[in-house]
C-alpha cells in the first residue's frame, strides 16, 4: 500500500481521512501556516494523533 492510499483515524474526533494536513485544516480548524510550520519543525507531529487503518 503507498503512503497516498493510506487511511488514517484520527484520535481525536474518530473521523477517518486519507490527508492528515487536510484533516486538520478542515476539521480541527488550524491554519495552514500552523500546519506546515509544525510539519517543518517536526514531520512526525502528527503521528500520535492518527491511527493507520485498512
Known amino acids: 500500500m503507498s503512503e497516498s492510499d493510506m487511511k488514517?483515524?484520527?484520535r481525536t474526533?474518530?473521523?477517518?481521512?486519507?490527508?492528515i494536513p487536510k484533516h486538520?485544516?478542515?476539521v480541527h480548524n488550524f491554519s495552514k501556516t500552523v500546519v506546515e510550520s509544525?510539519?517543518?519543525a517536526n514531520p512526525?507531529?502528527?503521528n500520535n494523533?492518527?491511527?493507520i487503518i485498512e
Open 8 to 10: 488514517y483515524l484520527c
Open 38 to 40: 509544525q510539519l517543518r
Open 24 to 26: 486538520m485544516m478542515s
Open 13 to 19: 474526533c474518530k473521523k477517518k481521512c486519507d490527508d
Open 44 to 46: 512526525n507531529c502528527y
Open 49 to 51: 494523533s492518527f491511527e
